[in-house]
């Protein structure tokens, strides 16, 4: 897993020697940063599912700085936070909104009305984005956050334990190829 990560990932002296990283040496120097290790990586996966619903823009600074305080891979982190886009947006924020309805009991009412996409234009998209939002109200603002932390946990849970599958899986393969 390692070795293949490797040929996607900058390495940890490419990124000193950017001239536009210079400011940010200090922070950017933690080896955990760019190594990859079980720990880190998962890490860097959780930190970037967590982060890859907050809305617009703010989700790769969200993720850097959320990476460089709990020191987990910067960029495995930021990869992962692309796994929203234009396609897959809307569909977790109507994930996000159901289950929020569901555990405020949003739904209990006699008459429901569901929430209608906009029409987006990419002229104005970040702005309708935000008013549909702002419709959808308090359902979202509590399953925004608690779909992020689940993916988040199920995201790290899951390298951890691909990882470790895959470490015993090679064990195994040496331990049968030095019996033959």
Same mark, same amino acid.
Do not use: N
């Given at each position: 897993m390692r070795n293949f990560l490797h040929k996607f990932l900058p390495s940890h002296e490419t990124v000193k020697s950017q001239r536009w990283l210079k400011p940010f040496g200090n922070w950017l120097q933690h080896p955990n940063l760019w190594h990859l290790n079980r720990r880190s990586v998962?890490?860097?996966?959780?930190?970037? &599912?967590?982060?890859? @619903?907050?809305?617009?823009?703010l989700q790769m600074i969200g993720a850097t700085l959320l990476a460089v305080s709990f020191r987990v891979n910067l960029p495995v982190t930021l990869i992962t936070t692309l796994y929203t886009n234009p396609f897959t947006i809307m569909p977790l924020y109507v994930l996000a909104y159901e289950l929020g309805a569901w555990l405020s009991g949003a739904h209990s009412g006699v008459a429901v009305v569901q929430p209608s996409f906009p029409e987006l234009h990419w002229h104005n998209l970040m702005h309708? @984005?935000?008013?549909?939002?702002?419709? &959808?109200?308090?359902? =979202? =603002?509590?399953? =925004?956050? @608690? &779909?992020?932390?689940? =993916?988040?946990i199920i995201g790290y849970f899951a390298v951890r334990v691909a990882w470790h599958v895959t470490v015993v899986l090679r064990w195994r393969a040496r331990k049968r190829r030095r019996e033959v």
């Open positions: 998962a890490g860097g996966v959780g930190v970037g &599912l967590f982060c890859g @619903l907050i809305p617009g823009p309708e @984005l935000w008013d549909w939002m702002v419709m &959808l109200g308090k359902p =979202l =603002l509590i399953g =925004l956050p @608690l &779909l992020a932390v689940s =993916l988040a």
